[in-house]
Each structure stands twice: as structure tokens, then as C-alpha cells.
């Protein structure tokens, strides 16, 4: 493969490839666990409610100035070691052209379900992915702007991580029109329309992948892949027509390497992947774990012996401090079986959690 370095004001070359984060992704054990949280930006913040009100979501996320400063509020309040970029999973679908709303109390919301070979050939046909390159604009400008707060705070060392949804989480949403509990209508397009199945995958692949390259040239240090719903396919399923997919999305960055020629590091996480583990050969520096699965578990299931990120269960942060105390401890100590640990959440902060206690846990990952 032929690589293509990254310019040398990029991040990886500056600041971040010593960062506790980036090595730990690599696989190597800095003197402190670094530690971010899933949704860190987010509702859990009053700061991000205030901005957020008359702003609708998508109307956020591709507002440089707004997508940048709500990034960049958990970094200044919680002290985590790295800024994961403020987007949500539709944007690349937003910017191809493809019409979504999410809808308050809903979620993401298509003007039809795209459930037929008819209706796959019919959204490519309108919609070919290389039309996503020049409708990237906002988001390299959010990227460089959160990018350049960042050199500010720290020393300069939070890397800011790329954010893009798996192929198949994309394609679910495509496939039903709106959010779906069971997953039902993609799970069974795989077995009724397999060769259209595998086009719509393919060409989210190639979204999610542009969207991600896109802002590691803007001047992100690593991506990570958020398959939200893949824990509702059998292995066998997941191994054949989905984890493809999600290899291509990758790479799309696999060529981008720092001037000592190491690659960007890439990060997969799944939700409900308990079954998946033994599957998840991606070819990725580290996997997500979610709460379900202890990292020592779900680290010996995989077939690479990556890093391993995670996995707090995010219903731990309304226990009084002793009973979370030790909680972080167990994860923490889980954790050392694998080559590089970056301490997370097994999900998403919650809205309800107390801003207090995340930076509580900061704090104690930091002094062990």
C-alpha cells in the first residue's frame, strides 16, 4: 500500500503522537491511563444545553464555530486527555444529499425506507459518494478550529478524535426510515436482497470513509468507528456482510502515516458485541468495549490482541463514590492485559449524569 504522509503541522507530527492517548492506542503503556468518555460532549452539559437551545442538531453539527466550542467544552471542564469531534452518525448522509431530520425524542428520520434493490439503485444513482468531498467544508473547518483551541490547553497534547457510524449502523437507519429497536428490516434485507444489501453497504462504506479521511487531514490524530447496532447480528452474519464493510471504511485512512511513518491510529467499537469479539479481525490499533463484556474477556476473544478502550457501565455513575471508586479500579485493572488501555464508558455518558462525578473519575484514572 502506498502511504501518503501527513503534512508536518498536522497534530501527529506537532503535538499528539507522544500523547497518552495516541500511545496508548499503539499499544504502548504511558506513566498515566489516558482517559475520555463516549457523548462526553453532550447533554450531560449545561454549557452544551445553553448553546443548544433553538439550534436543531444537524443544524449544530455543521456549524464550524458551534461544532468546535461544544468539542472542545468537556476537554476544559473534565480534563479528559482527548476531544472526540461533536457530529452525529447522519451527517455524511446530510452532506451526500440524502434528506434527514432527526427528530426530537426519535432520532434520525428518512423520507422513505430504502428496503428494495429499487430503491438501493435509485439513492446511488442521486447520490454517488465522491459528491461528498466538497460538501466537507464545514466539517475540516470545525476540525482545524477545534484542533487549533486544542494546541492551547495542555501543552497542546489532547489529540482530537475522528468520529464516523459503521456502515451498518448507517445502512439500519437507511433501510427502516427511522430508528428501530430490533434492527429487524436490515437484518432481514441481508437474507431477502443480499446483492442490494451489499451495494448500500458498500456505498455507506465509502461515505463513512471520505467523512472520516476528511477530518484526519483537517488535522485529527486518530478515527473511531461507532457501530451502534451490531450487536443485533449473529457472528456468522456480522463476519460476512458486515465486517467488510467496515474494513473498507477504514481504508480509507490506512495510507495516512506521521513523518516516522506510523499509520493514524483506528479504533471499532460495538455495541452488544459480546458474540462478536472472535469475528472483529478489522485490523484496527484498538476495540471498544461496551459494559456488557469485562475487558480481560472480551480482550482474550479477539483474534489481534489490540489495545482496548472502555468499559465503565455508564449506570455505575449515580453510585455513591465508594461503590464507583471501585468500579473504575476493577475496569482499570482488567484493562492490563492488553497491550494499551484507554479508559471510557461501556456507552454513552447519559444526559443524566452529574458533570461532577466524570470529572471525579478523570481525576482518579489520572492519580493512579
Known amino acids: 500500500m502506498t502511504t501518503t504522509v501527513l503534512p508536518a503541522t498536522h497534530p501527529l507530527n506537532t503535538d499528539t503522537a507522544s500523547s497518552w492517548l495516541v500511545s496508548a492506542y499503539r499499544g504502548e503503556r504511558p506513566d498515566t491511563t489516558p482517559v475520555w468518555f463516549m457523548r462526553q460532549a453532550g447533554r450531560s452539559l449545561p454549557e452544551y444545553r445553553e448553546l443548544r437551545v433553538g439550534r436543531r442538531m444537524l443544524d449544530a453539527c455543521l456549524d464550524p464555530e458551534l461544532a468546535a466550542e461544544i468539542t472542545l467544552q468537556p476537554v476544559r471542564r473534565h480534563g479528559v486527555d482527548a476531544a472526540i469531534f461533536f457530529s452525529d452518525i447522519v451527517v455524511p448522509l446530510k452532506l451526500a444529499g440524502v434528506p434527514v431530520e432527526i427528530e426530537p425524542g426519535v432520532g434520525p428520520v428518512f423520507a422513505a425506507p430504502v428496503d428494495t434493490p429499487e430503491a438501493v439503485d435509485a439513492l446511488l444513482a442521486e447520490h454517488p459518494p465522491e459528491g461528498l468531498d466538497d460538501a466537507l ?9 477545534s484542533v487549533m483551541a486544542l494546541r ?7 489529540p482530537l478524535i475522528g468520529f464516523a457510524g459503521a456502515p451498518f449502523t448507517l445502512a439500519a437507519y437507511l433501510v427502516a426510515g427511522r430508528p428501530s429497536k430490533d434492527h429487524l428490516a436490515a437484518r432481514a434485507m441481508i437474507h ?6 451489499a451495494r448500500l453497504l458498500d456505498w455507506c462504506a465509502e461515505l463513512s470513509g471520505r467523512f472520516l479521511r476528511g477530518q484526519v487531514l483537517a488535522g485529527a490524530s486518530a478515527v473511531q468507528l461507532f457501530d451502534s447496532w451490531a450487536g443485533s447480528l449473529p457472528a456468522a452474519i456480522y463476519r460476512a456482510h458486515v465486517a467488510p464493510a ?5 481504508d480509507a485512512v490506512r495510507d495516512l502515516t506521521d513523518d516516522r511513518g506510523r499509520p493514524v491510529p483506528l479504533v471499532h467499537f460495538a455495541v452488544g458485541a459480546g458474540e462478536l469479539y472472535g469475528v472483529l479481525d478489522l485490523d484496527v490499533d484498538c476495540i471498544g468495549v461496551d459494559w456488557r463484556t469485562p475487558l480481560d474477556e472480551a480482550w482474550r476473544r479477539m483474534p489481534t490482541g489490540p489495545a482496548v478502550q472502555g468499559n465503565l457501565d455508564p449506570a455505575l455513575l449515580g453510585a455513591p463514590w465508594p461503590v464507583l471508586r471501585d468500579a473504575v479500579d476493577d475496569v482499570l485493572r482488567r484493562g492490563e492485559v492488553a497491550p494499551g488501555h484507554v479508559f471510557n464508558l461501556g456507552h454513552g455518558v447519559p444526559p443524566s449524569a452529574d458533570p461532577e462525578v466524570l470529572t471525579r473519575i478523570v481525576d482518579h484514572v489520572h492519580s493512579r
Open 192 to 197: 431477502r436482497h443480499p446483492d442490494a444489501w
Open 246 to 250: 467496515s474494513s473498507k471504511t477504514f
Open 137 to 145: 467544508d464545514p466539517i475540516r473547518k470545525a476540525v482545524r478550529r
Open 152 to 158: 492551547l490547553l495542555h501543552d497542546g497534547r489532547d
